[in-house]
């Protein structure tokens, strides 16, 4: 099944606000998250990511704060905008064992913002 | 710099006809991995080759479904004999030639319909 999952599905927030989203994940041999954006009919576009010795790292109005004791990956956004507009993916980089790096990706959160 | 590139980006096949779908990876990338995204649904990861090798297609079906990465030219999935639940969007990824937890990058995909 799958080892990554995301606690809410759907978010809106009012523009301007900062934006939360969670993810779950289960493997704890993992030891490379990321978090991409994809808007309607394109490809997922990366945001931000983090490896597993580090437990939060900044980008551009983006954060990501990994807690590996309870398997909690989130991604912050600070001021958001109407072109936030998205479902943002975590995905989880690990090992498959056979020499490969495969991205495992949960479901998904549809950001919508209110202007 | 151009990203990676995927055509065609929609594809209309019959069902039992073939559908082979290209991918081109970023300049200077030498990994390629396959996804398929059904609606409203996260990523599955399908195959990861390198140049003329595949390294791990465990997310492949075991049947109609083929991919390579020749020396020369873009990546090719092949899908034969297709049926309705082969309608998705496919996307590629690339990577650089250094470790496999580089950052994958992903291009625009190809939506494939099968009537």
């Known amino acids: 099944g799958e080892s990554v999952g995301l606690h809410l599905p759907t978010l809106s927030v009012q523009e301007g606000d900062n934006s939360i989203i969670n993810c779950a994940y289960s493997?704890?041999?993992?030891?490379?998250f990321i978090w991409y954006k994809q808007e309607s009919g394109k490809g997922p576009q990366f945001i931000i990511d983090?490896?597993?010795?580090?437990d939060k790292r900044q980008g551009q109005r983006v954060t990501v704060l990994l807690n590996k004791t309870v398997k909690h990956l989130s991604l912050q956004i600070a001021a958001t905008q109407p072109g936030d507009s998205a479902v943002y993916f975590c995905?989880?980089?690990?090992?498959?064992?056979?020499?490969?790096?495969?991205?495992?990706f949960g479901k998904g959160t549809k950001l919508s913002v209110i202007p | 710099n151009a990203g990676v590139m995927q055509n065609p980006r929609h594809l209309v096949r019959r069902r039992g006809q073939e559908a082979r779908l290209r991918c081109s990876p970023m300049?200077?990338?030498?990994?390629v991995y396959w996804y398929r995204q059904l609606p409203e649904e996260g990523l599955k990861f399908m195959v990861y080759?390198?140049?003329?090798?595949?390294?791990?297609e465990s997310g492949m079906p075991k049947e109609r479904f083929s991919a390579e990465f020749p020396k020369e030219g873009p990546s090719i999935l092949r899908i034969q004999q297709v049926v309705r639940g082969d309608s998705a969007a496919y996307f590629c990824?690339?990577?650089?030639?250094?470790?496999?937890?580089?950052?994958?990058?992903f291009g625009p995909g190809t939506r494939l319909t099968v009537l």
């Open positions: 983090i490896r597993s010795n580090m």
């Open positions: 990824a690339s990577s650089p030639p250094s470790r496999s937890t580089d950052t994958q990058y």
């Open positions: 300049k200077g990338h030498s990994h």
């Open positions: 080759l390198q140049k003329e090798n595949i390294i791990d």
């Open positions: 995905a989880e980089n690990r090992n498959s064992g056979a020499g490969s790096y495969q991205l495992t």
């Open positions: 493997n704890s041999a993992s030891d490379y």
